[in-house]
Nanobody
Framework: QVQLVESGGGSVQAGGSLGLSCVVS????????MGWFRQAPRKEREGVAV????????AYADSLKGRFTISRDNAKTTLWLQMNSLESEDTAMYYC??????????????????????WGQGTQVTVSS
């Protein structure tokens, strides 16, 4: 079994930065992809960023305009999301997720989140304008 715990959320003013972390425990050797997702009140879940742990290839939601950066450690036990130039529209619960499936897919195709198998409980990010 795999467990994920997010941290680093909080409140920040628009234009500020936050860094999220996700610690992954359990069997991570076969992890193929890791990702960040978010869900705002009354909105559907949105893929933020996905990374292929085997190649380091990344994909981001088009709406982010290069403001966020996803990274992971080589042991696949920690995932980070650096968020800069935050906007009020970034306010949401942020979740990290991993999977050992979808071996032949690309990070961009996993932004829907449907291929991810393990999920954390989420960390709240609130951006005030």
């Amino acid at each position: 079994q795999v467990q994920l715990v997010e941290s680093g959320g909080g409140s920040v003013q628009a234009g500020g930065s936050l860094g999220l972390s996700c610690v992954v425990s359990g069997y991570t050797y076969s992890t193929t992809f890791m990702g960040w997702f978010r869900q705002a009140p009354r909105k559907e879940r949105e893929g933020v960023a996905v990374i292929d742990t085997r190649t380091g290839t990344t994909a981001y939601a088009d709406s982010l305009k290069g403001r966020f950066t996803i990274s992971r450690d080589n042991a696949k036990t920690t995932l980070w999301l650096q968020m800069n130039s935050l906007e009020s529209e970034d306010t949401a619960m942020y979740y990290c997720a991993t999977t050992d499936r979808a071996l032949w897919k690309t990070p961009a195709s996993l932004l829907s989140g449907n291929d991810f198998r393990y999920w954390g409980q989420g960390t709240q990010v609130t951006v005030s304008s």
